[in-house]
């Protein structure tokens, strides 16, 4: 509660009683919603800058707040200011040490606002900046990617279905399918401008104001796009929180999902990467051990960001207009995923740039469980003029075979296979062969090496073109 000058709350003239003492510790937010002092600042300057533009207040006055709130600022950054839990939250602590610092006339702040429209102000502002930070982030993983991407085009291994040998791909593609997670991750965070790009300042508590303001000057000095529409709508709406909460989940999936593939790749079993010591721990039991901690760390944490998702989803759920104390929980959730997914990220990063393909072990998987017979079938509709059913029925009787004979495709003999489909010749013996096998598959979006190859010179090329546009829209 922000008390006055009495060292009253500002409410006291008509709630005579103090509430509950455990009421009092749990019902603020003051530990939370510190951090959009900055914010909370930048948008009460414009505010009072507004209504000495509109009258509504005098150059005196609106000079007394502005130093006022710049000293606040200061005092805040150099760690001088006395935060009371006593006020509620931030704004109130910040309202409190105007009226410390300018006396009654502080009061004048809040002509034509509420902290209903204040604190969505801050928080959209504080999220468009948390929107950028999140996709400089990605921009760093996707670059580290393509690095990667780049020393391994031409690194065979297997491609898996039901974690089963599929067919055989390049490393290379496999990892440029989580640029392609990543760059729609990108778009996702871009689309939330959309709506914190509208104001919300002005609405006051849930009416509008009988003042004359001008909302279409604090939307252009605080950097929006237009004023929010509906008075009522703009003080009970969170949707652009339920959007950041779920571009961070969608984000996180795709961390968990490249931290459970490279588990399972650096696992003992499979050993197709190996991962530098930067990035792995002890046991303090066994010795020997080299655990890929970090990658656990990134899936087990995607739990969390989903968590905050569905709490504020069901904070939301039949909460009738407008405003409602429930809202207030939604800055812990989103400071919680913003954090969280900005710390995977960084982490995916560092492993990233810490791991590497073990090449021979990953063709040596990729030379079992027969990966190039589809390949086989492929040859012979295209060859023989099979339909693909038949050439399946008869590839697979050459998988049987030489699955019981205990050899590989590329280990029969053709009399062997001839034995089994009597129009093939020894020209057949080239599609078992990996390297042909992955370069066959030219089809857009394939993984022959030349595809690839063009395709990190695409998403080169769009990262220049990104950087050149977001120097245009943002700085
Ligand atoms: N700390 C509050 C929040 O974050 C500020 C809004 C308070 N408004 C109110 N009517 N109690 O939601």
Same mark, same amino acid.
């Given at each position: @509660?922000?008390?006055? %000058?009495?060292?009253?709350?500002? /409410?006291?003239?008509?709630?005579?009683?103090?509430?509950?003492?455990?009421?009092?510790?749990? !019902?603020?937010?003051?530990?939370?919603?510190?951090?959009?002092?900055?914010?909370?600042?930048?948008?009460?300057? &414009?505010? &009072?800058?507004?209504?000495?533009?509109?009258?509504?207040?005098?150059?005196?006055? *609106?000079?007394?707040?502005?130093?006022?709130?710049?000293?606040?600022?200061?005092?805040?950054?150099?760690?001088?200011?006395?935060?009371?839990?006593?006020?509620?939250?931030?704004? @109130?602590?910040?309202?409190?040490?105007?009226?410390?610092?300018? !006396?009654?006339?502080?009061?004048?702040?809040?002509?034509?606002?509420?902290?209903?429209?204040?604190?969505?102000?801050?928080? *959209?502002? /504080?999220?468009?900046?948390?929107?950028?930070?999140?996709?400089?982030?990605?921009?760093?993983?996707?670059?580290?990617?393509?690095?990667?991407?780049?020393?391994?085009?031409?690194?065979?291994?297997?491609?898996?279905?039901?974690?089963?040998? #599929?067919? #055989?791909?390049?490393?290379?593609?496999?990892?440029?399918?989580?640029?392609?997670?990543?760059?729609?991750?990108?778009?996702?965070?871009?689309?939330?401008?959309?709506?914190?790009?509208?104001?919300?300042?002005?609405?006051?508590?849930?009416? !509008?104001?009988?003042?004359?303001?001008?909302?279409?000057?604090?939307?252009?000095?605080?950097?929006?796009?237009?004023?929010?529409?509906?008075?009522?709508?703009?003080?009970?709406?969170?949707?652009?929180?339920?959007?950041?909460?779920?571009?961070?989940?969608?984000?996180?999936?795709?961390?968990?999902?490249?931290?459970?593939?490279?588990?399972? /790749?650096?696992?003992?079993?499979?050993?197709?990467?190996?991962?530098?010591?930067?990035?792995?721990?002890?046991?303090?039991?066994?010795?020997?051990?080299?655990?890929?901690?970090?990658?656990?760390?990134?899936?087990?944490?995607?739990?969390?960001?989903? !968590?905050?998702?569905?709490?504020?989803?069901?904070?939301?759920?039949?909460?009738?207009?407008?405003?409602?104390?429930?809202?207030?929980?939604? *800055?812990?959730?989103?400071?919680?995923?913003?954090?969280?997914?900005?710390?995977?990220?960084?982490?995916?990063?560092?492993?990233?740039?810490?791991?590497?393909?073990?090449?021979?072990?990953?063709?040596?998987?990729?030379?079992?469980?027969?990966?190039?017979?589809?390949?086989?079938?492929?040859? @012979? &509709?295209?060859?023989?003029?099979?339909?693909?059913?038949?050439?399946?029925?008869?590839?697979?009787?050459?998988?049987?075979?030489?699955? %019981?004979?205990?050899?590989?495709?590329?280990?029969?003999?053709?009399?062997?296979? *001839?034995?089994?489909?009597?129009?093939?010749?020894?020209?057949? @013996?080239?599609?078992?062969?990996?390297?042909?096998?992955?370069?066959? %598959?030219?089809?857009?979006?394939?993984?022959?090496?030349?595809?690839?190859?063009?395709?990190?010179?695409?998403?080169?090329?769009?990262?220049? /073109?990104?950087?050149?546009?977001?120097?245009?829209?943002?700085?």
């Amino acid at each position: @509660m922000s008390k006055n %000058k009495n060292n009253q709350p500002i /409410w006291s003239t008509r709630i005579r009683k103090n509430s509950q003492n455990l009421y009092k510790k749990i !019902g603020g937010s003051l530990s939370i919603d510190k951090r959009l002092f900055n914010e909370d600042i930048e948008a009460s300057i &414009v505010h &009072v800058e507004m209504l000495f533009k509109q009258k509504i207040i005098n150059f005196k006055v *609106k000079n007394k707040i502005v130093w006022g709130l710049n000293r606040i600022k200061n005092e805040i950054i150099k760690k001088k200011f006395l935060y009371d839990e006593k006020y509620e939250d931030i704004h @109130m602590n910040i309202e409190k040490r105007l009226f410390d610092l300018v !006396g009654e006339e502080a009061g004048y702040i809040h002509t034509a606002r509420s902290r209903n429209d204040q604190v969505i102000t801050d928080f *959209k502002i /504080w999220l468009k900046k948390a929107n950028k930070e999140i996709i400089k982030n990605l921009d760093m993983t996707i670059n580290n990617i393509l690095k990667k991407a780049n020393k391994n085009v031409e690194t065979i291994m297997p491609g898996f279905t039901h974690l089963k040998n #599929a067919q #055989a791909v390049s490393f290379a593609h496999y990892l440029l399918a989580y640029v392609e997670m990543f760059n729609r991750d990108k778009k996702r965070f871009n689309s939330n401008f959309d709506s914190l790009d509208e104001n919300p300042l002005g609405v006051a508590a849930l009416t !509008g104001t009988s003042f004359k303001i001008d909302r279409f000057y604090t939307t252009k000095k605080l950097n929006f796009k237009n004023p929010t529409k509906n008075s009522i709508d703009t003080v009970s709406d969170r949707d652009f929180v339920i959007d950041f909460l779920y571009s961070c989940s969608a984000c996180a999936i795709h961390i968990s999902r490249i931290a459970e593939e490279f588990i399972i /790749w650096n696992s003992d079993a499979f050993k197709l990467i190996v991962l530098n010591d930067k990035i792995v721990t002890g046991s303090s039991i066994m010795p020997q051990k080299k655990n890929p901690d970090p990658l656990e760390y990134l899936r087990g944490k995607t739990g969390g960001i989903f !968590g905050n998702l569905f709490s504020m989803l069901t904070i939301l759920k039949g909460l009738p207009l407008s405003y409602f104390k429930d809202l207030q929980d939604d *800055k812990e959730l989103v400071f919680k995923s913003f954090d969280q997914l900005k710390n995977s990220l960084i982490i995916l990063n560092d492993i990233l740039k810490n791991f590497s393909s073990d090449k021979k072990r990953m063709l040596e998987l990729a030379e079992s469980g027969f990966l190039t017979a589809t390949d086989l079938a492929d040859y @012979m &509709v295209r060859e023989l003029n099979y339909p693909f059913r038949k050439a399946y029925l008869q590839t697979a009787k050459i998988v049987n075979f030489a699955e %019981k004979n205990k050899k590989k495709l590329s280990e029969l003999t053709i009399e062997e296979i *001839k034995k089994i489909e009597k129009n093939l010749t020894t020209d057949v @013996m080239k599609v078992f062969d990996l390297k042909n096998s992955i370069n066959s %598959k030219s089809s857009y979006g394939g993984t022959s090496f030349e595809n690839i190859k063009k395709m990190i010179k695409s998403y080169k090329k769009n990262k220049k /073109w990104q950087k050149k546009l977001f120097y245009y829209f943002f700085v």
